[in-house]
């Protein structure tokens, strides 16, 4: 079973695109691509169905109640420290194939 990742920004269009091409082409070249199924949103629409994915990467800032939850995504937009959040990605998406 693949494991569902959300990528959410202020309003679900700028950000969250770029974010969402730079997965894409991280996921195709580690091999992750099967294992994944890519969403995209806006933070104010997902608050209360977070809990509906296995990895949320945010570009933005998110509520309290969800921050635990959420992978700061900024670094993939600005290139510094961004392998620090790929391997973040990475082992939970290896965490959650452990688990199924």
């Known amino acids: 079973m693949t494991q ?3 990528v959410i920004c202020g309003t679900g269009v700028a950000t969250s695109t770029v974010v969402m091409g730079k997965l ?3 996921l195709d070249n580690q091999g992750l691509t099967k294992d994944v199924t890519l969403y995209q ?3 104010a629409e997902e608050v209360n169905h977070i809990d509906d994915y296995d990895i949320v990467v945010s570009t933005t800032l998110v509520p309290d109640s969800i921050k635990e939850k959420v992978i700061d995504g900024v670094p ?5 420290n ?3 959040v790929y391997d973040k ?3 939970d998406i290896e965490t959650g194939k452990e688990k199924k």
């Open 4 to 6: 569902k990742l959300l």
């Open 24 to 26: 894409k082409t991280w």
């Open 41 to 43: 949103s806006k933070v």
């Open 76 to 80: 993939l937009l600005t290139g510094i």
């Open 82 to 84: 961004a392998d620090k």
């Open 89 to 91: 990605i990475k082992q």
